[in-house]
């Protein structure tokens, strides 16, 4: 018998992982508040047969090995401090927690408790990171262009005190820039509502991240351009698609459930907390 997966969260966690643990085989079972949601997009309709409703939360978590927490910061922040997670494997979104503090109180919860988590950075799963790295081995300046189209100002982006642009959108080359250069007395910042640019004192590698009116991405090095898309996850789908990233949760899913490591999984995430200090310096509020 498959093990079960607990989703608590409508948006990411219907369209992103119910799938991906969906075609991995597993046994979904989630809100029933999602219920008419999932049943109105054709694209999840191939998973039908892998899902059950709950419509009690805490009997979710009960029935689960394993519970992925797909929900805005705040909320995923209040559901890790209010259930016991002992002997559960947790999936996380990013960033944990909605401010540096708490982010920081999470972690510290994390580690006291010695829970078994991961935190869904898709990046090392795309097909331009394992290239990017090798170029960089090879000497060569790294650079990233990142432009996201927005029309509609949300938590995601407007959010200044707790580093919006980053937290959502930045966030995801952390181990991107960890790999490149660690030390983060060589991470120069500017930031403003709508530019974030990540660069090196040593000129090793520029991010440069956007709001703007289109959707673009691209990694180029001094040779030209490594890699080109519309987001760093590969081309956006249409209605009635799977999202681009549930191919990348499936290889995070499969990674992490044989070779999950708490203790760099936790080194990350205090990393992380220092970037979002440097750049929380950079704002004024």
């Given at each position: 018998m498959s093990k079960t997966i607990g989703i608590l969260g409508g948006g990411f966690g219907t369209y992103g992982y119910l799938p991906a643990f969906s075609k991995l085989g597993f046994r979904i079972l989630t809100n029933s508040n999602y219920k008419q949601a999932i049943w109105n997009r054709a694209e999840l309709q191939d998973h039908l047969k892998n899902?059950?409703?709950e419509e009690l939360e805490f009997e979710i978590l009960r029935k689960s090995e394993i519970i992925v927490i797909a929900r805005r910061p705040v909320d995923q922040s209040n559901v890790l401090n209010q259930y016991n997670f002992k002997d559960k494997i947790l999936f996380l979104e990013k960033p944990l927690a909605?401010?540096?503090?708490?982010?920081?109180?999470?972690?510290?919860?994390l580690s006291i408790q010695k829970l078994k988590f991961s935190v869904g950075y898709l990046a090392p799963y795309t097909e331009w990171y394992s290239k990017s790295l090798e170029l960089f081995q090879q000497?060569?300046?790294?650079?990233v262009n990142w432009e996201i189209q927005t029309g509609v100002e949300n938590w995601k982006t407007n959010d200044f005190s707790d580093?919006?642009?980053?937290?959502?959108?930045?966030?995801?080359?952390?181990?991107?820039?960890?790999?490149?250069?660690?030390?983060?007395?060589?991470l120069l910042i500017e930031?403003?509502?709508?530019?974030?640019n990540l660069y090196s004192s040593r000129d090793i590698f520029e991010?440069?991240?956007?709001l703007g009116n289109r959707s673009f991405f691209e990694i180029s090095t001094q040779s030209g351009v490594i890699y080109s898309a519309k987001s760093p996850f590969g081309e956006l789908g249409s209605i009635g698609q799977l999202d681009s990233r549930v191919a990348l949760l499936e290889k995070y899913i499969c990674h992490e459930l044989k070779h999950q490591n708490v203790r760099v999984n936790l080194e990350m995430e205090k990393f992380i907390i220092?970037?979002?200090?440097l750049i929380n310096s950079k704002i004024i509020l």
């Open positions: 899902i059950e409703f909605p401010t540096i503090e708490h982010h920081l109180s999470l972690v510290n919860l000497k060569y300046k790294i650079v580093n919006g642009l980053f937290s959502f959108y930045g966030i995801h080359f952390s181990k991107f820039i960890f790999e490149l250069d660690k030390n983060l007395s060589n930031y403003n509502p709508r530019h974030l991010i440069k991240i956007s220092e970037i979002r200090k």
